[in-house]
């Protein structure tokens, strides 16, 4: 082997003559705390008594297989077969998990093969099904996109309908990073409808209806909104008459809906309600009024109980767009080919599970289930530990996998800590967050990372990880943290 | 159920309001003939005997899956037990199976699991190893990025690089479209060099420093030097001589080089020499004058022997690269959060296959060297009808999987196909490839859509299709096809 050429000296390179919108995108998800996370990692491997914690904790991402959630037997007895389908016929599985790989593997032909570009036409077809019974209103498998998980979805929408600095996105604020981070790589305008935090989370129509009056006072061509649902970070669920509210303003304005739903499975109180399904029952009352929106629907294998992040299945619904607007989404997709073609089984397997009768139904439903009811474990617990801190409040989720407590810190409460924040020039939240995973290794998010009410600081948190140490040490910290920086009285 | 929806009436919605770089992008290989291709062959599903064909020939697009190529054993055994660890110690598979499939999971936990945004260590690590290997130069791993196949790495180095107008991309004609489609989509301009077809579609380093010139004086500024070695469409080899002859260029006008290599493992005639073993061996030479090269290289599982196209799989190598530029990249990665951790788990399969003395040697040894010879006999076989043909000429590829006959048709000697061309406005090339479809089934794209020197005329077709039937075929339409449309002496 003859030596090694490592990068010496810039001529030319420089930040500055960098694409300034992909340098201006911001995700805090896999941010600077994560990274710094990553670092303490190896230092552990290396040195384990380096530290005063174990191990990194990483509450930061929605990685269920990362902790310690099993994946779904369905799910990988299927998967295995496509890949090596020599398992056929040897006895290894039950009979309805052959007949499914058989199914998938005919309309597939091989998981190595491109398939269309918009997915396979078999998956799309189930998919298609699976809204059909999911909301009672007909779906066409020629508005399915199946994609390498949500997020190439949103990137699509985003770059299809981005024009410049005049065009504006409505966005939740708080909101998951996503998509600010594609309004940004597009060069576009994000526009903020702020969630009430003193009323769950909610969301209000009024006050989204008077930012697009406003921004197109402003010359801004709004062009899409924003729904999460479940919400991310903020684990709310909309309520249909919100949902209707909404889709007025989208139909009196001509605005596209994005409805990202992929927390859809991950309900804890409540009931999930689509907004396709709301908006055909506008459409059924008054079709005249909202013949002309246009949603698209998002959903992934990544979150609900599969929880197969690493395998990027998803999809999206195109409800009511013209049919050059698909071609132009076609387009796009074709440039890379196709998704990958395990993420569109994988969709078909979790759209479609066994059925009652069939040989995998009773695993599979206790799985499932298991999986739902120690997420709402979890989520519980850590709920509590949150209502037991010193100036912090906190909402229960109604869904989704996160928890997003607001630290009522303030300057006159807490002068060290904002003199800290001013000098590093971070938000207030981020030295929490920061303090956080330097004493105890749980890495979280700021609040800041996903948007909030200026002078407002929060954490954003999953609670997949196991076990209940974790919650105590943070419990611990946390006294730690207001004892020392909160003035006495 | 109730009443279906659809769409209706556009009241807003135009494609003046999209996006135009979107909008400009084009990508022939999967555009209007294959997408033709697709409604003959539902015809076909309905109605068998509608046309004078049984199925079409999808020699439109490299994956060799769809058609007859099976995959590796060694790929699949132990894809099926990351899926399914269940399969392990059950006496099903071979020990050196067992042991990278406990291997791969020690590092990735999960499949389920996403991945670090630049992928699994370990994975990194096996890539940084075979490229020692390759080349003789040591490796970095912190430098390696796994990708969703080599489409995604030549996305984010477009994307990053892209300032506007003003920024230029040296690509070769033909070209794989790819380039000129990213390039679009960022508003980017292309520069482009031509291959010389008369000399077995050399490049001519010389050209290209003529071209950076001109393009420099018109204030363009030239980011980045594409090289795609195997050539797709072409088939060329680029020579060492001529590797040096292009790095030369790069380290006098400070231009970044994208060495797109996912066809290094198919070669007919001839030696694959990376530009990176070339560049450390000029860094040997004369470190000063080439310290400061910049060199993308990328590699796929899509091609070579695997062709495993729908699994995704790929990765970069970022040689000479400052770290800011890494860390923009990184961003861009962590935004889709990581790339298909099985298409990961492929890459490592794919440059660490088993040794001798291993179990599953063998094997992979025939498996690979079987796609490899049937694959020659069928270029062959192809190569061998177009020198037959009339007005046909074609170089014999040394590489790829593709053949890019010239059709040497001339307005005074054709002048109705070129009457049909002009009224219909598309290219000579396009009326020849529908109406090979139409009548023969057989789907290829013509040479416009890669790019070719004006007036000559060209089909990109693959080599993948088993069986002599459809190359008959071929042969017979063109009999015809010259005989309606050429000028009788």
């Known amino acids: 082997m003859r030596r090694q050429f490592l990068y010496n000296q810039i001529r030319r390179l420089s930040l500055a003559e960098l694409n300034q919108n992909v340098l201006n995108a911001k995700y805090a998800v896999r941010g600077s705390i994560p990274i710094r996370a990553d670092e303490l990692s190896e230092q552990l491997k290396k040195d384990p008594k380096s530290l005063p914690f174990k191990k990194i904790i990483y509450a930061n991402i929605g990685n269920p297989q990362q902790l310690d959630q099993k994946p779904l037997t369905w799910f990988r007895e299927v998967l295995s077969v496509l890949q090596n389908p020599n398992l056929l016929d040897k006895g290894i599985y039950k009979r309805d998990v052959e007949e499914r790989a058989r199914r998938l593997l005919n309309d597939v032909k091989s998981l190595g093969a491109y398939s269309n570009s918009s997915g396979s036409a078999y998956v799309r077809k189930t998919v298609a099904r699976f809204m059909d019974e999911r909301d009672g209103f007909k779906s066409d498998p020629a508005n399915i996109f199946l994609t390498n998980g949500a ?19 409505l966005i939740p604020i708080p909101q998951y990073p996503l998509y600010t981070a594609s309004i940004s790589l597009n060069g576009a305008t994000p526009l903020f409808y702020y969630l009430n935090e003193s009323n769950e989370w909610s969301t209000d129509p009024k006050q989204i209806k008077n930012i697009v009056v406003k921004a197109e ?37 001509d605005i596209i809906l994005i409805a990202d739903e992929v927390y859809q499975n991950n309900i804890f109180q ?14 059924e009352k008054d079709y005249e009024k909202y013949k002309h929106v246009k949603l698209a629907s998002l959903n992934s294998t990544s979150k609900g109980f599969s929880g197969e992040c690493g395998q990027r299945g998803g999809y999206m619904e195109l409800f009511g767009f013209p049919a050059f607007f698909k071609d132009v989404i076609f387009k796009l997709a074709s440039i890379n080919l196709c998704s990958v073609v395990s993420g569109q089984a994988l969709v078909d397997l979790l759209v479609n599970p066994p059925q009652e009768g069939e040989p995998s139904y009773e695993l599979y439903e206790k799985e499932s289930a298991d999986v739902h009811s120690t997420l709402e474990q979890r989520a519980n617990a850590l709920f509590s530990a949150f209502k037991e801190m010193e100036d912090v409040s906190c909402n229960m989720p109604m869904g989704a996998m996160y928890l997003f407590p607001r630290l009522h810190f303030t300057e006159s409460e807490y002068p060290e800590l904002f003199k800290i924040a001013e000098t590093k020039e971070v938000p207030v939240d981020e030295i929490y967050c920061l303090e956080l995973l330097e004493k105890t290794g749980i890495c979280t998010v700021p609040g800041s990372g996903f948007g909030q009410v200026p002078g407002t600081y929060h954490v954003r948190t999953t609670f997949l990880a196991p076990g209940s140490d974790w919650v105590t040490s943070w419990t611990d910290f946390h006294k730690k943290f207001v004892n020392h920086y909160k003035i006495k009285k």
């Open 151 to 169: 997020s190439t979805s949103v990137s699509y929408l985003i770059d299809v309908l981005s024009t410049g600095k005049k065009s504006g996105f």
């Open 217 to 253: 006072s402003e010359g801004i061509d709004v062009k899409a909104l924003v729904v999460i649902n479940p919400g991310n970070p903020t684990g709310a669920l909309l309520s249909a008459e919100d949902i209707a509210g909404i889709i007025d303003v989208a139909a009196q304005h």
């Open 270 to 283: 409540g009931e999930f309600v689509s907004v396709k399904k709301v908006l055909c029952e506008l459409l």
